[in-house]
T-cell receptor, first 115, second 115 residues
Framework: GESVGLHLPTLSVQEGDNSIINCAYSNSASDYFIWYKQESGKGPQFIID???NMDKRQGQRVTVLLNKTVKHLSLQIAATQPGDSAVYFC??????????????WGLGTSLAVNP | DVKVTQSSRYLVKRTGEKVFLECVQD?????MFWYRQDPGLGLRLIYFSYDVKMKEKGDIPEGYSVSREKKERFSLILESASTNQTSMYLC??????????????FGSGTQLSVL
């Protein structure tokens, strides 16, 4: 079946460097994508989202890029800080008549920030 | 500050017991969700509800039921707990009408161990 997947299960970066977390999706009908951050012992927390009519969206220190041609999504974190250490999930909205409230989740990428 | 509260952080139950996991949100959200999270499998949707007394099956509803008697409360019920239901359970809520913007607010999770 169609699914959202991740290129790298773990990512280790130096504090102050930029981080890039990648996500591949296979459902060309999806038109909404969202990134969540999950810190240890907590539930996932919304970071940023993007609709398919956009290629790029920026937030505070984060940027999401969407390449619909190759079905690829990425989350860029500028000047990575120790507090950014977490598992990052991408998810897509599958517009299906029967379940338009369901997200399809990726498996997550663990980001470790080295001091 | 918006809040989704899950009644227990850790829970240990025996096989065959009936288990209730409670979730309360204070944001007046119409949609509520129950997920389970397992290493390597990501987040999987068990059930969701978009209104009081309404419920819909997610991807893995077998062995579970839910109850939504009040807007702010969504309960997950394991009728007869089994060891394969040992998992982290996450409750989430979102605004109704968010067909595109599926910004979920999560609780901190309940780690259930079934012995």
């Amino acid at each position: 079946g169609e699914s959202v997947g991740l290129h790298l299960p773990t990512l280790s970066v130096q504090e102050g460097d930029n981080s890039i977390i990648n996500c591949a999706y296979s459902n060309s009908a999806s038109d909404y994508f969202i990134w969540y951050k999950q810190e240890s012992g907590k539930g996932p927390q919304f970071i940023i989202d993007i609709r398919s009519n956009m290629d790029k969206r920026q937030g505070q220190r984060v940027t999401v890029l969407l390449n619909k041609t190759v079905k690829h999504l990425s989350l860029q974190i500028a000047a990575t800080q120790p507090g950014d250490s977490a598992v990052y999930f991408c998810a897509e909205k599958e517009f299906n008549a029967g379940n338009n409230r369901k997200l399809i989740w990726g498996l997550g990428t663990s980001l470790a920030v080295n001091p | 500050d918006v809040k989704v509260t899950q009644s227990s952080r850790y829970l240990v139950k025996r096989t065959g017991e009936k288990v209730f996991l409670e979730c309360v949100q204070d944001m007046d959200h119409e949609n509520m969700f129950w997920y389970r999270q397992d290493p390597g499998l990501g987040l999987r949707l068990i059930y969701f509800s978009y209104d009081v007394k309404m419920k819909e099956k997610g991807d893995i509803p077998e062995g579970y039921s839910v109850s939504r008697e009040k807007k702010e409360r969504f309960s997950l019920i394991l009728e007869s707990a089994s060891t394969n239901q040992t998992s982290m359970y996450l409750c989430a809520s979102s605004l109704f009408g968010s067909r595109v913007n599926e910004k979920l607010f999560f609780g901190s999770g309940t780690q259930l161990s079934v012995l």
